[in-house]
């Protein structure tokens, strides 16, 4: 246990920081105290400092849970620029003479940054078992409930791993939990006790417009007028990697803005690429899918643009909170056109296999058994036509329902039990998905406030803004947008950049 007085002189010893914002303290207090904690801050808060200030202070090893390499990458370039050198990512962007050496270094270091598929290698758990943790972290931990069920399966492991290195305390952040999502953390994580320090998600200085129009050419040529109208970094999302890939292009004849698209067929190394071009203002907008600016801290976005209908609330709040980590005015503007839904219930139905497709696998699974056969992935995938978000909640079913372990067919369950209760739960999830959507159209077409509607679903009241929204009477020209020249994160300041090429009133853990 860490004695937790002068916690903000210690605040501003390591990141010369003067005090600490909405949630940070009462959070840090309680993991320095061993307990598992649950915490719950807007987007752009300072959720990092609730896990970096007490691995300075902590005797042991802070492991970090991180969806995103490129985020990943992103904490420990700052980290290792503020003069803190014991921090490491351990990623596929480390050869393999490169991770030997951090392997054979892993004690050394005070803060080690993975994602959930590295902690499904045993290897990997058999040297972090024989370290001192002393804190696991889950960094964007609605992703166990987001990602985990389909596309990220990996999240659903970490219990497990967390029981393979020792048990050690649990601090699990996120952005947007509603209740459902909560659950759901402490239910794979295993801990059904944790300390619950939730804050009000709304963001007072984000104002939201949501309109419809006619054709998706309606749609182009008001992302146009927009990015004419507000000069600032921008994000516009997309479910479709294709259109993502189109409209960059058709902004940068028509703007003359600097645009890449973003989206998860790009090389590893390319996504990479452009999220830091953005971060360092060499591209003015960028067309993504969902996965992009998750973490990331760029202060000064100044509009988000939605070209696509979100799955559900939780993803918009999230995207849309991407704006304004500055506290500066920022606009959210959402486009939907009728029959918008259409895409997102087709993929409702398509990235959980259908019934016939789940009684054909476990019957695949029987065969291999009764002939002897070692299970393969690719001919699973092959002989089922399964697409990775199929194969992945058939993966986590089939393990779930004992009929497969560690990649190895066990068939410990009745066939016909078996195939009832994925079956079951498939349509669980079809649905599960589709009021998703159907909650994010009532909100469109409600007639009463956006920041309220969108809102209630995570806290039981709201800030009364002005301007807020399109239903509070709210148009462009209310928009307190900073001029440009006055847009610049704090970390590009002279005196902050002086500061650290002088090692100013720095005492760093070397």
């Not at 469109?444 to 039981?460: A, E, G």
């Not at 709201?462 to 704090?490: A, I, M, Q």
């Amino acid at each position: 246990m860490v004695i937790t007085q002068d916690l903000e002189k210690k605040l501003y010893d390591y990141f010369h920081i003067p005090s600490f914002r909405k949630g940070q303290k009462e959070i840090i207090h309680d993991v320095l105290q061993g307990k598992d904690v649950l915490g719950v801050l807007p987007t752009g808060s300072g959720k990092s400092i609730c896990y970096q200030l007490p691995a300075m202070l902590l005797r042991g090893i802070t492991i970090v849970v991180s969806p995103l390499i490129a985020l990943m990458i992103d904490q420990v370039k700052k980290l290792k620029a503020n003069h803190f050198k014991r921090v490491v990512a351990i990623n596929s962007f480390l050869n393999y003479k490169q991770k030997q050496r951090v392997y054979q270094q892993l004690p050394y270091y005070k803060l080690i940054y993975v994602s959930p598929e590295m902690l499904q290698q045993s290897s990997f758990i058999d040297k972090l078992s024989k370290l001192d943790i002393s804190l696991f972290v889950i960094d964007e931990a609605h992703c166990i409930s987001q990602w985990g069920y389909e596309f990220r399966p990996d999240y659903m492991r970490l219990g497990e791993t967390i029981q393979k290195i020792g048990n050690p305390p649990v601090l699990a952040l996120s952005a947007t939990a509603t209740e459902e999502v909560q659950a759901d953390i402490m239910q794979v994580l295993r801990r059904p006790t944790m300390v619950k320090h939730l804050y009000p998600i709304d963001k007072p200085n984000l104002v939201f417009k949501m309109e419809e129009v006619d054709t998706q050419a309606d749609k182009l040529q008001r992302i146009i007028e927009l990015l004419h109208a507000i000069d600032g970094p921008t994000l516009v999302y997309f479910s479709s990697r294709q259109l993502a890939e189109s409209i960059a292009h058709d902004i940068s004849l028509r703007t003359g803005k600097r645009t890449a698209a973003y989206h998860g067929g790009l090389e590893q190394i390319d996504r990479i690429s452009i999220q830091q071009q953005f971060m360092h203002r060499q591209l003015d907008v960028v067309c993504c899918t969902s996965a992009f600016g998750m973490g990331i801290d760029k202060s000064d976005i100044r509009l988000i643009i939605h070209y696509h209908l979100p799955s559900d609330i939780k993803s918009y709040i999230q995207e849309a909170g991407r704006a304004g980590r500055d506290g500066q005015s920022s606009l959210c503007v959402l486009l939907y056109a009728q029959h918008d839904e259409q895409l997102l219930y087709q993929l409702a139905e398509t990235e959980i296999p259908a019934d016939q497709v789940i009684e054909q696998a476990i019957c695949l699974l029987q065969n291999w058994q009764m002939q002897g056969q070692s299970f393969s992935r690719e001919n699973f995938i092959h002989l089922l036509d399964l697409s990775e978000s199929q194969w992945h909640f058939m993966q986590n079913q089939l393990e779930k329902h004992g009929m497969m372990e560690e990649g190895n067919i066990n068939m410990q369950m009745n066939r016909e039990n078996a195939a009832l209760a994925i079956k079951r739960y498939a349509k669980y999830r079809r649905d599960q998905k589709k009021r998703g959507v159907q909650e994010m159209l009532s909100i469109i077409h409600s007639k009463t406030c956006r920041r309220k509607n969108l809102y209630k679903h995570f806290q039981s009241n709201y800030t009364y803004v002005d301007p807020c929204c399109d239903r509070c009477g709210f148009s462009l020209t209310d928009l307190n947008l900073p001029k440009k020249h006055e847009v610049r994160d704090k970390e590009l300041q002279w005196e902050q950049k002086l500061r650290q090429l002088l090692l100013v009133e720095r005492n760093w853990v070397k």
